[in-house]
């Protein structure tokens, strides 16, 4: 036994004669496993999401497979465990509601149990974060594999991608271009395979963040769910987990402020997410690193995006990979001084040591530095009297002639409030209107779902309306689009200046000009907030009430305001 697998932390749990050694080992040998598998080696524990509930996890099973051959290769000790498995496609009234219940469940597992390093097993949206966020407040050697992209979607002849399809389908629906066959096709043409959207939603910006981290094997955000390299790619990382642990690279060598600087340039390049906002920034406290929203407009402002993929450009996942996939984009950055090259990876190798050669075989897919898709591929953060925490708005998935642009407020309480009244002939709205929701931002839906942009009233969209400024507290999907100003921070429900807009007021938005202002003197605003009632927040589980009290606002990664941040992992007290 070498020195090395003398101080593993899971030896705490298995080495000695002692009784609690004796009863540890002895349950776990009730599935069969040697003697030698508790010799010190180390213990990998793979934290797999699979659940036919979050149907883009489907094929964890057999990926885990893949990462213990790696393991056992190693000569470690891989141990697999389930997680709360947060589905963004099936979990109402939005999976943001349990991000943070996700996250608590892998940290209080990996505090509990004898782990000496994780894989973190992650795919549909919130699995990437609730997972990183648990595993980095225990800061164990830790690697990424992600499921990978579904395989492009096709309808009729034509690509289409996941979630972007589903909001011009129905838009065209609306206006009476298509009818149920063509839906019932694209239903079944969207989702061919396993894997996550192969959109550019949240699901493929983390997965991509998380490679451009340096917490992933290189090519880990693009490889197709059900392409052979994947498989390899999970197996490759079972080997490295366990070299991880021998030289104790813990997440924190990797998840440096250099590191979440490289993530929000390589966001911009890729035209990824706004949901990335949030995760990040909880990410990076979770870890002791100080992210903040001005690091996102700072850092993004000067980087074109990319990568031609929807919602921004025309291109799938699939396409990107075959063009050469992240490593190239962080080449790229990396020619053009935006990338802190020295980062460390889990590889043991620098981030540029990593990418320097990487190809370009598709340059409509990924464009080349001088022919961007968007010279502007950062987010806009904008400030003023109606958002003094700030909000967020993707200027590559919006209108520029809507950038600059004054209007009058149309106003829903409540998402419930826009159904209801959006299709109303008597809505008195416009093509210049700004419509704004508000009561969905974490507290007030609770959650925080992915409802910011409202489709626009049919008979507007009849008349060949396609965008409108819309302004809410809470979140969209990173598979959509439109000129829509989101995270407005603090929320309405908590107080926030959305709560005192009223219908006709002028709103201003400059995105140039980093700035949202609601043109209604100060001194009405303040007559409007000694009426205003704050809404009764429902908490119908022990869970939600936890959420609704401790939940922080979009400018703090909504994490909850529990967390003590990084803790070196104490050893356990003896459960017998
Ligand atoms: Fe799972 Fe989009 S629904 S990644």
């Known amino acids: 036994?070498?020195?090395?697998?003398?101080?593993?932390?899971?030896?705490?749990?298995?080495?000695?004669?002692?009784?609690?050694?004796?009863?540890?080992?002895?349950?776990?040998?009730?599935?069969?496993?040697?003697?030698?598998?508790?010799?010190?080696?180390?213990?990998?524990?793979?934290?797999?999401?699979?659940?036919?509930?979050?149907?883009?996890?489907?094929?964890?099973?057999?990926?885990?497979?893949?990462?213990?051959?790696?393991?056992?290769?190693?000569?470690?000790?891989?141990?697999?465990?389930?997680?709360?498995?947060?589905?963004?496609?099936?979990?109402?009234?939005?999976?943001?509601?349990?991000?943070?219940?996700?996250?608590?469940?892998?940290?209080?597992?990996?505090?509990?149990?004898?782990?000496?390093?994780?894989?973190?097993?992650?795919?549909?949206?919130?699995?990437?974060?609730?997972?990183?966020?648990?595993?980095?407040?225990?800061?164990?050697?830790?690697?990424?594999?992600?499921?990978?992209?579904?395989?492009?979607?096709?309808?009729?002849?034509?690509?289409?991608?996941?979630?972007?399809?589903?909001?011009?389908?129905?838009?065209?629906?609306?206006?009476?271009?298509?009818?149920?066959?063509?839906?019932?096709?694209?239903?079944?043409?969207?989702?061919?395979?396993?894997?996550?959207?192969?959109?550019?939603?949240?699901?493929?910006?983390?997965?991509?963040?998380?490679?451009?981290?340096?917490?992933?094997?290189?090519?880990?955000?693009?490889?197709?769910?059900?392409?052979?390299?994947?498989?390899?790619?999970?197996?490759?990382?079972?080997?490295?987990?366990?070299?991880?642990?021998?030289?104790?690279?813990?997440?924190?060598?990797?998840?440096?402020?250099?590191?979440?600087?490289?993530?929000?340039r390589a966001n911009g390049a890729i035209g990824g997410s706004t949901n990335a906002v949030i995760h990040l920034i909880a990410l990076a406290r979770r870890i002791g690193v100080d992210l903040t929203l001005d690091d996102w407009d700072r850092l993004g402002r000067d980087v074109p995006?990319?990568?031609?993929?929807?919602?921004?450009?025309?291109?799938?996942?699939?396409?990107?990979?075959?063009?050469?996939?992240?490593?190239?984009?962080?080449?790229?950055?990396?020619?053009?001084?935006?990338?802190?090259?020295?980062?460390?990876?889990?590889?043991?190798?620098?981030?540029?040591?990593?990418?320097?050669?990487?190809?370009?075989?598709?340059?409509?897919?990924?464009?080349?530095?001088?022919?961007?898709l968007t010279q502007q591929g950062g987010l806009a953060i904008l400030r003023g009297n109606l958002a003094p925490r700030g909000a967020v708005l993707k200027p590559s998935a919006a209108s520029p002639e809507l950038f600059s642009h004054r209007g009058r407020a149309v106003v829903f309480d409540s998402i419930e409030e826009y159904h209801a009244r959006i299709a109303s002939p008597a809505l008195d709205i416009d093509a210049s209107s700004i419509m704004v929701l508000r009561n969905c931002g974490p507290k007030g839906y609770p959650g925080m779902a992915e409802v910011g942009n409202m489709g626009l009233p049919p008979k507007l969209i009849e008349q060949g309306v396609r965008d409108m400024v819309r302004i809410s507290d809470a979140r969209m999907s990173g598979t959509a689009y439109g000129t829509v100003v989101l995270h407005v921070a603090p929320e309405a429900a908590d107080g926030g200046p959305l709560a005192l807009v009223r219908e006709g007021d002028f709103i201003e938005l400059d995105v140039a000009g980093r700035r949202l202002h609601l043109d209604v003197p100060d001194e009405e605003l303040e007559r409007r907030r000694a009426q205003w009632v704050a809404p009764d927040l429902i908490g119908v589980s022990a869970w939600r009430r936890i959420y609704r009290d401790h939940v922080t606002q979009a400018d703090e990664g909504c994490d909850l305001d529990l967390h003590p941040g990084r803790r070196d992992l104490e050893v356990p007290r003896p459960s017998h």
């Not at 099936?90 to 219940?101: H, K, S």
């Not at 096709?185 to 490679?211: D, H, I, K, N, Y």
């Not at 190239?328 to 980062?343: F, I, Q, Y």
Request: aromatic share 6%; hydrophobic share 40%; proline share 5%.
């Open 305 to 372: 995006t990319l990568v031609d993929l929807m919602p921004s450009g025309r291109f799938l996942m699939e396409d990107f990979y075959y063009a050469g996939g992240l490593p190239v984009v962080l080449r790229r950055l990396g020619e053009n001084g935006l990338l802190h090259r020295d980062a460390e990876t889990v590889n043991g190798r620098s981030i540029w040591e990593n990418v320097r050669d990487a190809d370009c075989w598709n340059e409509e897919v990924i464009r080349p530095w001088n022919n961007p």
């Open 1 to 264: 036994m070498s020195e090395t697998r003398r101080k593993t932390r899971s030896s705490i749990w298995y080495g000695g004669r002692g009784k609690s050694a004796f009863m540890h080992r002895s349950w776990m040998k009730n599935q069969g496993f040697p003697d030698d598998s508790f010799d010190g080696r180390p213990v990998i524990g793979i934290c797999n999401t699979w659940s036919e509930l979050t149907p883009c996890n489907a094929h964890f099973r057999d990926l885990a497979e893949r990462i213990k051959r790696g393991v056992l290769e190693a000569g470690g000790f891989p141990v697999e465990f389930p997680v709360l498995s947060v589905s963004e496609s099936q979990f109402r009234p939005t999976a943001m509601l349990f991000r943070n219940l996700a996250a608590m469940d892998v940290e209080e597992t990996i505090r509990a149990a004898p782990l000496d390093g994780v894989v973190l097993m992650c795919g549909c949206d919130k699995t990437t974060p609730s997972l990183m966020m648990g595993a980095a407040s225990c800061d164990l050697p830790t690697i990424v594999v992600s499921g990978g992209p579904m395989l492009n979607g096709r309808l009729r002849g034509t690509q289409i991608g996941s979630g972007t399809a589903v909001w011009k389908l129905f838009e065209d629906r609306k206006a009476g271009l298509i009818g149920d066959d063509m839906m019932d096709e694209a239903e079944q043409g969207q989702s061919r395979s396993p894997g996550f959207c192969m959109t550019m939603g949240t699901a493929s910006t983390m997965a991509s963040l998380v490679e451009a981290l340096g917490a992933a094997l290189p090519e880990n955000a693009a490889i197709p769910a059900v392409d052979s390299r994947r498989n390899k790619l999970a197996q490759l990382s079972g080997r490295r987990i366990v070299e991880m642990v021998e030289l104790d690279q813990r997440l924190s060598k990797v998840l440096t402020r250099e590191a979440f600087e490289n993530a929000i």
